[in-house]
């Protein structure tokens, strides 16, 4: 029975550590150029319409922010609310599963900022 570890320097080295290895799976969640960047913006900035996360992330298409914030709300990282109004108003937040990878986008800034000096 595998035991879960706090620490990845603790983790066994081989064939049973790739079995263990949650990388495939947290990549198909957030891996990608945009998901990550959705993620930040709904995490840090709150909750968005379409316009506003089309307009804060620079080159994303209307097609693939339509496709990776489907694939968000799909996954239970993103919600999507429609106010009955017209036109409809639709806004995107973070879920509380999203909100767990502060300290994650946190540690990344560290790293990043760590890495310029």
């Avoid at 891996?31 to 959705?38: E, R, S, V």
């Avoid at 316009?51 to 968000?72: F, N, P, W």
Wanted: net charge neutral.
């Amino acid at each position: 029975m595998p035991l879960a570890r706090k620490n990845t320097e603790e983790m066994p080295q081989g064939t049973e550590n790739e079995e263990l290895c949650p990388m495939p799976d947290i990549a198909k969640l957030i891996g990608g150029k945009w998901k990550l960047i959705i993620l930040q913006i709904l995490i840090f900035k709150g909750t968005k319409r379409f316009s506003e996360l089309k307009r804060a992330i620079d080159g994303v298409t209307q097609t693939m922010l339509t496709s990776q914030l489907r694939a968000l709300e799909a996954d239970g990282l993103v919600s999507r609310k429609v106010y009955p109004e017209v036109p409809p108003r639709v806004e995107y937040s973070a879920t509380e599963r999203a909100m767990a990878l502060t300290k994650m986008f946190r540690e990344m800034h560290d790293w990043w900022v760590a890495g310029q000096e």
